[in-house]
């Protein structure tokens, strides 16, 4: 509503003249508004669609060209560059720790050597024949893991068996006494059956 103030001489000036040039400023001022959103909007779908591009060249496979799909690939590549971290990652802890205990094992066969060497006790092995395919065993031998475990593997799978066996370790050395018998009733020779013992000896 406009108001109007007049003068003696009958001019008269109108108060509300100015609403107009308002309200058309705050339209400019809303359409330039407008238009920063606008163009804020297309640089960040400009942006997203960049990252998108880029993400797909990254991703080897892609099974289709729309958005949600790209993600999706782009996901089941994480997870299996993941897995094959976590895979490699198991396979370096084993390879560090097959490491070390093979490390170990050497410091041990050095150790157990030395002690021998200094104590002037050397590898031997004895077999005295008792009767038919039955022999006595005096072995001394290095100190090492398992060893004498391999020892009676070894001669059960060529055809023989422990038996009265005594297994003792002093000074870096085990020494092995035992009675063995030819489980196939086969006849050997003692020299034949020490030749035998030290082959299996060198590869323990």
């Known amino acids: ?3 109007a103030d007049c003068a003696p001489d009958g001019s008269c000036v109108s108060e509300g003249g100015g609403s107009g040039r308002g309200r058309m400023r705050m339209r400019g001022q809303e359409r330039e508004y407008k238009s920063k959103n606008l163009q804020a909007e297309r640089r960040r779908r400009q942006k997203l669609s960049d990252r998108l591009l880029a993400l797909r060249a990254l991703v080897p496979i892609i ?3 729309n958005k949600a799909t790209i993600i999706e690939d782009a996901i089941t590549y994480i997870k299996e560059l993941q897995k094959n971290v976590k895979d490699l990652s ?3 802890l084993e390879m560090e720790a ?3 205990e093979e490390a ?3 410091s041990e066969t050095i150790d157990a050597a030395e002690e021998m060497n200094k104590c002037g006790i050397e590898e031997d092995v004895k077999v005295t024949h008792i009767d038919g395919n039955k022999f006595w065993l005096k072995i001394v031998i290095q100190k090492k893991r398992s060893s004498f475990t391999k020892l009676v593997e070894a ?3 060529l ?5 009265d066996t005594s297994v003792t370790t002093s000074k870096g050395a085990i020494l092995i006494t035992a009675c063995v018998e030819g489980i196939y009733g086969e006849t050997f020779a003692a020299a034949e059956t020490r030749e035998l013992l030290q082959e299996i000896i060198k590869g323990i």
Not at 159 to 163: A, K, Q, Y
């Open 159 to 163: 055809g023989f068996e422990f038996t």
């Open 1 to 3: 509503m406009e108001y």
């Open 98 to 100: 097959s490491s070390e």
């Open 63 to 65: 099974t289709n060209m």
């Open 104 to 106: 170990k094992q050497r």
């Open 155 to 157: 001669m059960n799978f």
């Open 90 to 92: 198991d396979q370096l």
